[in-house]
């Protein structure tokens, strides 16, 4: 529970240092998903709308800093819709389980608005309270009053996958928020003063990189005349602290979710192959020598940060993280040195984890059998509203003239060739919380140009301008990954098979990383107990895994 309460706090530091969108001045409240006015229905103020507000129950986080009774974008929506909110408020601690006791109980609200870091609901989630009814089908209500939505999903065929249940309801909406960043997670970076001063080059191979850490072990570039520097550190959570996808993609694509491969059409696990053994091989080739901290295989990121930050001196040379304030202090003066190690060229390879841009499957819009005709309507053109620049912004980021404003001459957006559409206004220290956006709550369409068009200075080294710094970095990973990639992120697997899928994946991912940790720490021989570790996996049904998944892959190709 720690594990997973940290990284997702990791993650919404993540959001807020790096959440960087589009958006429309806000004059056109019939704004479509590219900022044109659309023609239909419109998700603005509704002239259709009874002159007593529609009374709403929704269950929603409410992140810190939030108050969503007296939120001034609550009071926006409420007067846009003619909406009387009536919130659930749960604590990002323990909001799964809370969500579950409420759709158990049967005393559950009109709908879900989650946060997709935080809680949201899995496919298998939405399957199986759509076939109850007790989450209603959402195909109609967008048909009828979402012009922006039905856009995006006929524009956006990613999005259109992720949203329709293999049976052809929508019966939730995910936050599609393509990251760009995100969607290489396994990143290194290094502190490159070190390099300097020990006059080494950015290693671009296996051996390199191995010497670059022997060098940093042994050739004290903290100048302080102790052994006390740390090759390589990571930890154990899930956005990209894990030191082993790095190390592995120079030899097999290491996807550090499912270990599956593609080829050819065909799933593979990438865990029983040869190149997967020569990856373990190198990876326990640093730790013999070590190069790798202990560590990194059993503490959390915030022991890794007690790393980077390590008060009598600096010894990191290379920490594993999607980005760097993962484990030092942006406001520090040890953020300028540490850079980004492009994917190593191995004997045939050269990989890098990639996710589909960060989107995770599932859905943080539901709408429930309790809500009444009125309350769909009023929902379902909320949420269109979000499919909007405008909406988007004010929603997710906080109200303009608040959080943003419009860009000035001369300020430049993140993306190459991209007109600046919003700019952040910073906060003043000591101010008192804004309380003007839903944050994750509001997070519904953020593709990837849209949040390329947000104001960003031009130097990396400046915090300000973070995001800028994990975008020049990930363009180094950009294209590293396989020509063919397992699409596990948008799969809907059949609803007879869900529960058998999750045992048996929770069993052999388990089973993967297990042995992977003691073949590279020496607990298990690579050569004398590689065999029985790959019966092992047969034993726990790879080949029954991989068909369930080849047979949900097959079908999706077929519509």
Not at 81 to 87: D, L, P, S, V
Not at 461 to 472: A, G
Not at 494 to 511: C, F, H, K, W
């Amino acid at each position: 529970m720690q594990m997973k309460k940290l990284s997702w706090s990791l993650m919404s530091l993540l959001l807020v240092l790096a959440l960087v969108l589009s958006a429309c001045s806000g004059k056109n409240e019939n704004a479509g998903t590219n900022g044109t006015p659309t023609d239909g229905g419109s998700s603005g103020a509704a002239t259709d709308t009874p002159s007593k507000p529609v009374e709403i129950s929704v269950f929603a986080v409410q992140e810190q800093g939030i108050d969503l009774n007296t939120n001034k974008f609550t009071q926006h929506v409420s007067d846009m819709f003619n909406i009387k909110f009536n919130f659930e408020v749960i604590p990002s601690d323990g909001a799964k389980e809370k969500r579950q006791i409420s759709l158990a109980s049967g005393d559950y609200p009109d709908a879900y608005m989650l946060t997709h870091y935080v809680d949201q609901f899995s496919q298998a989630d939405l399957l199986k309270f759509g076939k109850q009814g007790v989450i209603i089908p959402l195909n109609d209500l967008i048909d009828k009053h979402a012009p922006n939505i039905k856009a995006a999903m006929e524009s956006n065929a990613d999005l259109r996958t992720l949203n329709t249940a293999p049976d052809g309801n929508i019966y939730g909406l995910v936050a599609y928020t393509q990251c760009f960043h995100c969607s290489y997670p396994s990143k290194m970076w290094i502190n490159t003063e070190w390099l300097e001063k020990l006059n080494l080059e950015m290693p671009t191979t296996p051996e390199e990189f191995k010497n670059v850490l022997k060098a940093f072990k042994t050739e004290d570039p903290n100048g302080n005349g102790k052994p006390d520097e740390v090759g390589l550190s990571g930890s154990t959570e899930e956005f990209g602290v894990r030191v082993l996808p790095f190390l592995m993609n120079p030899f097999v694509y290491n996807d550090d979710r499912n270990y599956l491969n593609m080829t050819s059409g065909k799933v593979e696990s990438a865990a029983i192959k040869p190149e997967w053994k020569e990856g373990l091989a190198y990876a326990k080739s640093l730790y013999d020598e070590g190069l790798i901290d202990p560590g990194a295989f059993t503490q959390n990121a915030e022991a890794l940060k007690k790393i980077g930050e390590n008060a009598d001196a600096e010894i990191l040379g290379v920490g594993a993280g999607m980005h760097p304030a993962i484990f030092i202090d942006m406001a520090g003066p040890r953020f300028p040195k540490y850079h980004p190690v492009p994917p190593l060229q191995g004997p045939n390879v050269s990989f890098a984890t990639h996710d589909n841009g960060g989107v995770s499957p599932g859905g943080k819009f539901a709408i429930t059998n309790k809500a009444s005709e009125e309350a769909q309507i009023a929902l379902i053109k909320l949420a269109d509203y979000m499919f909007t620049p405008e909406g988007q912004t004010n929603g997710g980021s906080g109200m303009k003239g608040i959080d943003w404003e419009d860009p000035a001459p001369g300020d430049t957006a993140l993306g190459e060739g991209v007109a600046p559409m919003v700019k952040t206004i910073p906060g003043v220290e000591g101010e008192a919380p804004r309380n003007a956006g839903w944050s994750g709550m509001a997070h519904f369409y953020m593709p990837k140009e849209y949040r390329d068009s947000w104001v960003q200075g031009t130097d990396i080294n400046d915090p300000s301008n973070y995001e800028r710094k994990l975008y020049e970095a990930t363009k180094l990973y950009e294209g590293h990954e396989p020509k063919e990639l397992f699409p596990f992120w948008s799969l809907w697997v059949d609803p007879a098979d869900s529960d058998e899928v999750g045992m048996l994946q929770t069993n052999i991912r388990n089973y993967i990383e297990q042995n992977a940790l003691q073949f590279v720490t020496g607990n298990k021989d690579l050569n004398k107990d590689w065999d029985a570790y790959v019966q092992g996996l047969k034993d726990l049904k790879l080949d029954r895994y991989l068909e369930i998944l080849q047979k949900a892959y097959d079908a999706s190709v077929k519509e």
